[in-house]
């Protein structure tokens, strides 16, 4: 997640990434979220070592599919694994404008069952092709969000990089749903609006990870998080 939206920034202006980044002041729950891309995951040892900001990882989103074919191949391994050693987990979809919303939609709940105790299902939408309308981009998202809360009673979570929630997303339609909103490398977050969770990073080191993981925070306290969970 992330790497498509943020391509065009790495190559025109990204600098060499302190390896002692330190996360935005201010928030005490922190996460993750991963994919095929960080490999083969120790968890055991994510868990009893892994901390950011000194605090313990608190939750991980984890990629379940994209479009209407493809399920992440560490998808099953990495959610069962969050789940036995006592990380809060979440699942996400990656949106492609190249298939159906409906299909895109029933193949995430084909594949990704929510137990009590998980985070909502997460939309990850961050890529408009050009030769796709505003209003075609927003009518898919939608209709996804909707049947997705059809099934899971529980409403998703949206993922997007600010900027283009603004160009794209700036639809009060859209504001009954949690944001998650990724911006990177900075104090505070460039968005104007209500938000849940923040991806202010993608060059996270933590034990039992090999290479960059990007880092999250949850505004507000475990408590809280707590309450978003599938069965509160």
């Not at 935005?24 to 070592?49: A, C, F, K, M």
């Not at 939309?123 to 505003?134: R, S, T």
């Not at 639809?171 to 505070?188: G, K, L, Q």
């Amino acid at each position: 997640m992330g790497v498509t939206c943020w391509v065009l920034y790495k190559t025109l202006v990204e600098k060499d990434v302190d390896t002692a980044y330190s996360p935005p002041p201010g928030y005490t729950v922190h996460g993750i979220d991963v994919s095929h891309h960080q490999g083969d995951i120790d968890w055991e040892l994510l868990r009893n070592q892994g901390s950011i900001d000194g605090q313990p990882l608190s939750f991980v989103f984890i990629k379940a599919t994209e479009g209407s074919d493809m399920v992440d191949r560490r998808f099953s391994r990495n959610f069962s694994e969050a789940r036995k050693h006592g990380i809060m987990r979440g699942a996400y979809h990656f949106y492609r404008t190249s298939a159906p919303a409906k299909a895109q939609a029933e193949h995430f709940i084909r594949h990704v069952t929510l137990e009590p105790g998980d985070l909502p299902p997460v939309l990850d939408v961050e890529v408009k092709p050009a030769e796709v309308g505003q209003e075609e981009l927003r009518q898919g998202i939608l209709e996804w969000l909707v049947r997705v809360e059809q099934h899971y009673h529980v409403k998703p979570i949206v993922y997007t990089y600010h900027a283009f929630h603004q160009q794209y997303m700036n639809d009060s339609v859209f504001n009954i749903y949690p944001y998650w909103i990724a911006h990177y490398y900075v104090d505070s977050v460039r968005y104007r609006g209500p938000w849940a969770f923040w991806q202010h990073s993608d060059a996270g080191l933590l034990p039992g990870i090999k290479g960059a993981v990007d880092l999250d925070i949850f505004r507000g306290s475990y408590d809280e998080l707590r309450k978003l969970v599938i069965g509160h």
